[in-house]
């Protein structure tokens, strides 16, 4: 008997003879191991498979250009704009974002670009990216170890001492972070703006904004720690993650990757940077 004649109604995926017919056509079905088509006969005891391809999914891909400061096949560092959440249930996201970015990578253990850590929905900056699952694993260490130096440029509203450290806790945690003012403006509503390099020794949450409110400097365009008679409206948050440090995981190389200032910060402190 014909293959196309017996064949119909043994497979659930295939009821009908011109499903079979288009499923034999597409070489989907073997007798024995070998590819069957519509001439094929068979006359009891073969055994018959039928190879159905996966469905494809149609996932909603998200076009949003980011800017990639450094990549090779395990790691990226992209730059981080303002407005977007890292990760999270939204659509548009920086992680939903990434394999459209990315190069292809071609190692065994590859997966879905991660970031490593988290920057505020409004702060802009150096984020870190893992792109296999070993990479993830020990960029997240890197991170638990205190193995990345992270850099940080804020601008501040008032009069504060020119460097020190703040050992204020947080949630009952340690938290430390390093201050140094590198320059300062004279400013008609705030008295006085500040440029500020930050160095967290920690990494609690919302860490440097809550320190530097906490000293009574809350950083320029901060909603959420800064005195509403200082609110800056419309204009953004001026807090800017500068820069990341750390040993390459698998290449051992010593990586300082740098993210530009934003041009707020540069038109804010010109003398500083013309």
């Not at 505020?120 to 792109?131: M, P, S, V």
């Not at 993830?136 to 450290?165: D, W």
């Not at 006085?192 to 920690?202: E, F, G, I, S, W």
Request: with cysteine; charged share 25%.
């Amino acid at each position: 008997m014909r293959l196309q004649e017996y064949g119909v109604g043994i497979f659930k995926a295939v009821v009908t003879k011109s499903a079979l017919k288009k499923v034999l056509k597409k070489q989907q079905i073997t007798v024995n191991g070998a590819l069957a088509s519509t001439a094929t006969w068979i006359s009891g005891g073969e055994l018959i498979v039928l190879k159905l391809p996966k469905p494809e999914t149609k996932q909603k891909k998200l076009v949003f250009p980011v800017q990639v400061l450094y990549e090779d096949d395990y790691l990226a560092v992209i730059h981080k704009p303002a407005g977007i959440l890292v990760s999270g249930n939204r659509f548009k996201t920086i992680t939903n974002a990434l394999p459209q970015n990315l190069e292809y990578n071609p190692l065994e253990d590859t997966c879905k670009p991660q970031p490593v850590h988290r920057l505020d929905f409004a702060t802009t900056g150096a984020l870190l990216i893992g792109k296999t699952k070993k990479s993830i694993r020990l960029l997240n260490k890197l991170f638990e170890n205190k193995e990345v130096s992270k850099t940080y440029y804020a601008v501040t509203i008032g009069n504060m001492p020119s460097n020190g450290a703040i050992n204020q806790p947080i949630n009952d945690k340690p938290a430390n972070s390093l201050f140094e003012v590198c320059d300062t403006v004279a400013s008609p509503r705030f008295d006085q703006l500040n440029l500020v390099k930050l160095n967290p020794l920690t990494g609690r949450r919302h860490q440097l904004r809550k320190h530097l409110s906490g000293m009574g400097n809350p950083i320029l365009g901060d909603r959420d720690y800064t005195p509403e008679a200082l609110l800056l409206k419309g204009k953004g948050m001026y807090l800017h993650a500068y820069s990341l440090k750390f040993q390459h995981p698998f290449t051992l190389e010593d990586l300082v990757i740098k993210d530009e200032l934003p041009k707020g910060f540069k038109k804010l402190f010109f003398s500083k940077f013309s």
